[in-house]
């Protein structure tokens, strides 16, 4: 991939994950401010931003979405699981509740 291609991928995943966690936003803003790490204030911001804002801001040359596993033992415990999946998931879920949401710079 050259940067041209790079930068148009980096586009279409700001632009569709801009529009979904809108819509998690609107559905379900407890569950949404849990599941994409972010604050209050910037699902409040999210939920009300236009789609021509969307657009705007999907355009970025940056990722929107961060990668949140900053922590090694979370991401093994979501690639490493031996039996029981959805406990594997359970316990991640747990640990990343305790984690607090940083907002999107």
């Known amino acids: 991939m050259n940067e041209i291609e790079i930068l148009s991928e980096i586009r279409d995943a700001n632009l569709n994950y801009l529009m979904l966690a809108q819509q ?3 559905s379900d803003k407890a569950t949404a401010i849990f599941r994409l ?3 209050k204030d910037i ?3 999210l939920e009300g931003l236009s ?3 969307l657009l705007k801001l999907s355009t970025s040359n940056m ?3 961060r990668f949140r596993f900053d922590d090694s033992a979370i991401l093994g415990m979501l690639t490493n699981y031996s039996k029981d ?3 594997a998931h359970l316990h ?3 640990l990343m509740a305790g984690q607090t949401a940083e907002a999107i710079a």
Do not use: K, Y
Request: charged share 15%; aromatic share 0%.
């Open 24 to 26: 998690l936003i609107r």
């Open 37 to 39: 790490g972010i604050s």
């Open 43 to 45: 699902a409040d911001l």
């Open 51 to 53: 789609n021509l804002q």
């Open 63 to 65: 990722m929107l979405a």
């Open 85 to 87: 999946r959805s406990q």
């Open 92 to 94: 991640t879920a747990v």
